[in-house]
Nanobody, 120 residues
Framework: QVQVVESGGGLVQPGGSLRLSCAAS????????MAWYRQAPGKQRELVAS???????NYADSVKGRFSITRDNAKNTMYLQMNSLKPEDTAVYFC??????????????WGRGTQVTVPS
């Protein structure tokens, strides 16, 4: 089994910062792309940022220059540093991981999400 767990959400004032973490654990052989998605009330889930095994990144236009995605392959952990937060960043943030397990089966895993709230 593979588990993916987010942490670090919370309430932050506009202009503030938060750092989200995502830890993958279990029978992991290799983790390919990891990503952060978010879903605001009444809206579809959207990609925030993604990062490949070798560190190549991709960002949604709405967060470019404000958010930074990184990962520590040795710890099977991914981070999202969020700066200059805006009320429109309010959402549940989900971690995604493309994982090959120790039986060499590849699956996609999602965390349960962590709430980020930026009041207007």
């Amino acid at each position: 089994q593979v588990q993916v767990v987010e942490s670090g959400g919370g309430l932050v004032q506009p202009g503030g910062s938060l750092r989200l973490s995502c830890a993958a654990s279990g029978n992991i052989f290799n983790i390919y792309t990891m990503a952060w998605y978010r879903q605001a009330p009444g809206k579809q889930r959207e990609l925030v940022a993604s990062i490949t095994t070798n560190g190549s990144t991709n960002y949604a236009d709405s967060v470019k220059g404000r958010f930074s995605i990184t990962r520590d392959n040795a710890k099977n952990t991914m981070y999202l540093q969020m700066n200059s937060l805006k009320p429109e960043d309010t959402a549940v943030y989900f971690c995604f991981a493309d994982v090959k397990n120790t039986r060499l089966r590849r699956n996609e895993y999602w965390g349960r999400g962590t709430q980020v709230t930026v009041p207007s």
